[in-house]
């Protein structure tokens, strides 16, 4: 089955790197044979029409939104404000799908429409990464397009009822390292001990992050960011030699490790897992009397939400992504989504007796 998606990415790879080949003759076509444009002409047309059209980060590095401008001046879906209002209601439909065995199986899909939609079609800008890090300059009275905000102040309310669903189901940068991930890989890359180093860096990072901003009052990640250099390939687009680096770090720790910007550095996932320690908030908790302790909920989580320590397993909800692969796992319906109260189980005590724990 995972051939097929990878098939279906191959081919929108195909589809961008044409799209790119034909915008390049027509701008040469243009550039060279009609009109003989002096700098003078282009410059205001470039920096004030070009740019101020689109709703700008704070601090954006300009070369970049050059690069970009020529794929959103041209599609036709539209300002970035629809795409945000495209990703939050995908968001609200994978919570619905997600809670149905059923439609569960419609994951891959949705990785696959985040990926090509979010990602290589619209050259992954915005972003739920640059719609937060517009809301911590927008605190701090930077000059901010309110609009630009919406994506990630969007997520929280539906973070709230249906889960971590934006993260499982169309995360176009988790689609990516989802679809690179090799799932026989080294058993280190899925200790717990590893789960646990990757929370502390990431848990620095954005305090980094926050840092940063305050101190410059601009946004940087996006000259930096990896992810705009691979969903951009068709562009050319100039990217530092940072970006590359990390590119090349992003590739090779996907195939060997579960998502490993989720993980590592995205500050989207930490905050809205947040939210799952809310009271009536989305969960996923153990039921009392149909658990057997057998333990193949915690081998199907493959981003280490459910880890085990001797002889208990413990469901963290900041972690989980709602894929609903632990639910499905379960042959005893042991799992289910519920509300966090004060009681929910998500601690479970695996017996001493299964037959499963000589393993
Ligand atoms: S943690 Fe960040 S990068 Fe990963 S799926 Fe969630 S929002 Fe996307
Ligand atoms: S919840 Fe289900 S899969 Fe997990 S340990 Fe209990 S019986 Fe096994
Ligand atoms: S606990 Fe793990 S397997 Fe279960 S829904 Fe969350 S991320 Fe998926």
Same mark, same amino acid.
Request: charge should be positive; aromatic fraction near 14%; proline fraction near 3%.
């Given at each position: 089955?995972?051939?097929?998606?990878?098939?279906i990415?191959?081919?929108?790879?195909?589809?961008?790197?044409?799209?790119?080949?034909?915008?390049?003759?027509?701008?040469?076509s243009?550039?060279?044979?009609?009109?003989?444009?002096?700098?003078?002409?282009?410059?205001?047309? #470039?920096?004030?029409?070009?740019?101020?059209?689109?709703?700008?980060?704070?601090?954006?590095?300009?070369?970049?939104?050059?690069?970009?401008?020529?794929?959103?001046?041209?599609?036709?879906?539209?300002?970035?404000?629809?795409?945000?209002?495209?990703?939050?209601?995908?968001?609200?439909?994978?919570?619905?799908?997600?809670?149905?065995?059923?439609t569960?199986?419609?994951?891959?899909?949705?990785?696959?429409?985040?990926?090509?939609?979010?990602?290589?079609?619209?050259?992954?800008?915005?972003?739920?990464?640059?719609?937060?890090?517009?809301?911590?300059?927008?605190?701090?009275?930077?000059?901010?397009n309110?609009?630009?905000?919406?994506?990630?102040?969007?997520?929280i309310?539906?973070?709230?009822?249906?889960?971590?669903?934006?993260?499982?189901?169309?995360?176009?940068?988790?689609?990516?390292?989802?679809?690179?991930?090799?799932?026989?890989s080294k058993?280190?890359?899925?200790?717990?001990?590893?789960?646990?180093?990757?929370?502390?860096?990431?848990?620095?990072?954005?305090?980094?992050l926050?840092?940063?901003?305050?101190?410059?009052?601009?946004?940087?990640?996006?000259?930096?960011?990896?992810?705009?250099?691979?969903?951009?390939?068709?562009?050319?687009?100039?990217?530092?030699?940072? #970006?590359?680096?990390?590119?090349?770090?992003?590739?090779?720790?996907?195939?060997?490790?579960?998502?490993?910007?989720?993980?590592?550095?995205?500050?989207?996932?930490?905050?809205?897992?947040?939210?799952?320690?809310?009271?009536?908030? #989305?969960?996923?908790?153990?039921?009392?009397?149909?658990?057997?302790?057998?333990?193949?909920?915690?081998?199907?989580?493959?981003i280490?939400?459910?880890?085990?320590?001797?002889?208990?397993?413990f469901?963290?909800?900041?972690?989980?992504?709602?894929?609903?692969?632990?639910?499905?796992?379960?042959?005893?319906?042991?799992?289910?989504?519920?509300?966090?109260?004060k009681?929910?189980?998500?601690v479970?005590?695996?017996?001493? #007796?299964?037959?499963?724990?000589?393993?």
């Open positions: 089955m995972y051939r097929f998606y990878i098939a990415l191959a081919f929108l790879l195909v589809l961008t790197f044409h799209n790119s080949l034909a915008q390049t003759d027509e701008f040469k243009f550039s060279e044979d009609s009109v003989a444009v002096s700098d003078d002409e282009f410059k205001p047309f #470039s920096e004030e029409t070009v740019v101020s059209d689109s709703l700008k980060c704070a601090g954006c590095p300009t070369t970049i939104c050059q690069n970009t401008k020529p794929t959103s001046l041209n599609y036709s879906w539209g300002s970035p404000l629809l795409i945000t209002i495209i990703a939050l209601c995908l968001t609200i439909l994978a919570g619905i799908f997600v809670r149905f065995r059923a569960r199986n419609f994951r891959i899909p949705f990785l696959v429409v985040g990926i090509g939609f979010f990602g290589f079609y619209n050259g992954a800008c915005p972003c739920m990464i640059s719609s937060f890090e517009n809301l911590v300059l927008l605190v701090r009275r930077v000059e901010v309110w609009l630009n905000t919406l994506w990630f102040l969007g997520l309310p539906i973070t709230y009822i249906f889960g971590k669903v934006w993260c499982g189901w169309v995360c176009h940068l988790g689609a990516l390292q989802e679809f690179l991930f090799k799932p026989k058993a280190w890359f899925r200790s717990e001990r590893t789960a646990i180093i990757l929370r502390r860096i990431r848990y620095s990072l954005l305090v980094a926050i840092v940063q901003l305050v101190i410059m009052d601009k946004i940087f990640w996006c000259s930096i960011d990896p992810f705009m250099a691979v969903f951009n390939i068709k562009l050319n687009y100039n990217y530092e030699w940072v #970006s590359g680096i990390l590119l090349v770090a992003l590739v090779v720790t996907s195939i060997f490790s579960y998502r490993p910007f989720c993980r590592t550095v995205c500050p989207v996932g930490i905050l809205l897992g947040w939210i799952a320690a809310i009271p009536g908030a #989305s969960i996923i908790g153990y039921k009392k009397l149909a658990c057997t302790s057998c333990k193949s909920c915690n081998d199907s989580c493959d280490n939400a459910i880890l085990r320590r001797k002889r208990v397993s469901l963290d909800n900041k972690e989980c992504i709602a894929c609903g692969n632990c639910i499905d796992s379960c042959s005893n319906c042991g799992l289910d989504f519920q509300r966090k109260t009681f929910n189980r998500v479970l005590f695996l017996r001493r #007796s299964s037959k499963h724990l000589k393993n």
